[in-house]
């Protein structure tokens, strides 16, 4: 099999195969199948939503890419190494030198200012950007010294957004990055995502049930029941301003 170290897709390179991955939770006398045979490959730069109800099995994939969860059986390839075969220390390693994750809710540290909330992962980061241009990135250039409790749900999104970029990491990892938002500032997150995939050619994907996110993406990704039901490229991606839902 492929390792995954060609370069496919034109110039694009392939940066993470996921192989005939399944997922299952015992609970009681009852088994459930989180994931069924999902095999996908992503590529540098690309920007992938990755859409499908609640239970379908988004966050569960999402958190096994990120090296936060294992697979029941299956395999994943992250620039040719298999993750799913790696020790804990390769997995810390994985997770603090090449993911960055967005969540729903921001995770932020109230007592810390916007720029000491980024500088938490510079500093242990090898080869880290500014927190300082991390913020800018992401509009927030002149928020630095705000306190979580002095900016809006949108901004605290934006920070976390920044607090992931900074270590320059080759996946971001969303997971429901706008659903605790209001459309107008949803649309501002998005455009801060849009932003770093465009300017830094981070790999993005994000899992939403907003069927109208979808838009923007190079590549649409439909799960349902743990399954891939759909895989399809948008022949445009649409700015985050045109998105309505």
Same mark, same amino acid.
Not at 115 to 138: D, F, G, H, R
Not at 190 to 206: D, H, Q, S, Y
Not at 226 to 239: F, K, W
């Given at each position: 099999?492929?390792?995954?170290?060609?370069?496919?897709?034109?110039?694009?390179?392939?940066?993470?195969?996921?192989?005939?991955?399944?997922? *299952?939770?015992?609970?009681?006398?009852?088994?459930?199948?989180?994931?069924?045979?999902? @095999?996908?490959? %992503? %590529?540098?730069?690309?920007?992938?939503?990755?859409?499908? /109800?609640?239970?379908?099995?988004?966050?569960?994939?999402?958190?096994?890419?990120?090296?936060?969860?294992?697979?029941?059986?299956?395999?994943?390839?992250?620039?040719?190494?298999?993750?799913?075969?790696?020790?804990?220390?390769?997995?810390?390693?994985?997770?603090?030198?090449?993911?960055?994750?967005?969540?729903?809710?921001?995770?932020?540290?109230?007592?810390?200012?916007?720029?000491?909330?980024?500088?938490?992962?510079?500093?242990? @980061? #090898?080869?880290?950007?500014?927190?300082?241009?991390?913020?800018?990135?992401?509009?927030?250039?002149?928020?630095?010294? !705000?306190?979580?409790?002095?900016?809006?749900?949108?901004?605290?999104?934006?920070?976390?957004?920044?607090?992931?970029?900074?270590?320059?990491?080759?996946?971001?990892?969303?997971?429901?990055?706008?659903?605790?938002?209001?459309?107008?500032?949803?649309?501002? =997150?998005? #455009? /801060?995502?849009?932003?770093?995939?465009?300017?830094?050619?981070?790999?993005?994907?994000?899992?939403? !049930?907003? =069927?109208?996110?979808?838009?923007?993406?190079?590549? =649409?990704? !439909?799960? @349902? @029941?743990?399954?891939?039901?759909?895989?399809?490229?948008?022949?445009?991606?649409? *700015?985050?301003?045109?998105?309505?839902?």
């Amino acid at each position: 099999m492929d390792d995954g170290t060609r370069q496919v897709n034109g110039e694009r390179g392939l940066v993470l195969r996921i192989s005939d991955l399944c997922k *299952s939770y015992v609970m009681g006398e009852v088994t459930v199948d989180a994931l069924r045979h999902v @095999s996908l490959d %992503f %590529f540098h730069g690309e920007l992938a939503v990755l859409l499908g /109800a609640s239970g379908s099995g988004k966050s569960t994939l999402l958190n096994i890419v990120g090296g936060l969860d294992v697979p029941s059986s299956g395999k994943l390839f992250f620039h040719g190494k298999e993750i799913t075969a790696a020790t804990e220390e390769e997995l810390t390693d994985y997770r603090r030198r090449s993911i960055g994750f967005v969540f729903q809710f921001y995770n932020l540290i109230s007592s810390l200012t916007a720029l000491e909330n980024v500088q938490l992962v510079t500093e242990i @980061s #090898e080869k880290p950007m500014p927190a300082e241009e991390a913020l800018a990135l992401v509009g927030l250039g002149n928020r630095l010294n !705000h306190f979580p409790a002095q900016l809006s749900g949108g901004e605290q999104q934006r920070v976390a957004i920044a607090r992931a970029v900074a270590k320059r990491p080759e996946l971001l990892l969303c997971d429901e990055p706008t659903g605790a938002l209001d459309f107008q500032t949803g649309k501002l =997150v998005l #455009e /801060a995502l849009e932003k770093v995939n465009r300017e830094i050619g981070t790999t993005t994907l994000v899992i939403t !049930h907003n =069927v109208s996110i979808a838009g923007m993406a190079d590549r =649409v990704i !439909h799960l @349902s @029941s743990g399954e891939v039901t759909e895989d399809l490229r948008n022949a445009s991606r649409l *700015s985050p301003s045109e998105l309505v839902w």
